[in-house]
Nanobody, 120 residues
Framework: QVQLVESGGGLEQPGGSLRLSCAFS????????IGWFRQAPGKEREGVSC????????SYADSVKGRFTISRDNAKNTVYLQMNSLKPEDTAVYYC?????????????WGQGTQVTVSS
């Protein structure tokens, strides 16, 4: 059974950092890529970052490039999203999701999300 569980969200001041974790079970990163997404109130969900199963390559939305870093720990079955230089516009519920092989839709399984709030 596939499961993804996000953690690490919270309240942070602008300029601060948070590290989100996506702990998963039921599949391996050998064949599945994992993406991070976010949805702010009143806005559509947007892709933030993805790490590919094929070669570990990463991709980022322009809005987070240079500030966020995605990484994986195969031994711990966990993917991380390190978020630095946080801005109020990063406030959203963050989700991780998995897709077969390369990054890109469809993402078949989703976690429940973790709230990130950036505010002074």
């Amino acid at each position: 059974q596939v499961q993804l569980v996000e953690s690490g969200g919270g309240l942070e001041q602008p300029g601060g950092s948070l590290r989100l974790s996506c702990a998963f079970s039921g599949f391996t990163l050998d064949y599945y890529s994992i993406g991070w997404f976010r949805q702010a109130p009143g806005k559509e969900r947007e892709g933030v970052s993805c790490i590919s199963s094929v070669d570990g390559s990463t991709s980022y939305a322009d809005s987070v490039k240079g500030r966020f870093t995605i990484s994986r720990d195969n031994a711990k079955n966990t993917v991380y999203l390190q978020m630095n230089s946080l801005k109020p516009e990063d406030t959203a519920v963050y989700y991780c999701a998995t897709t077969a092989y390369v990054c890109g839709p469809p993402y078949d399984y989703w976690g429940q999300g973790t709230q990130v709030t950036v505010s002074s």
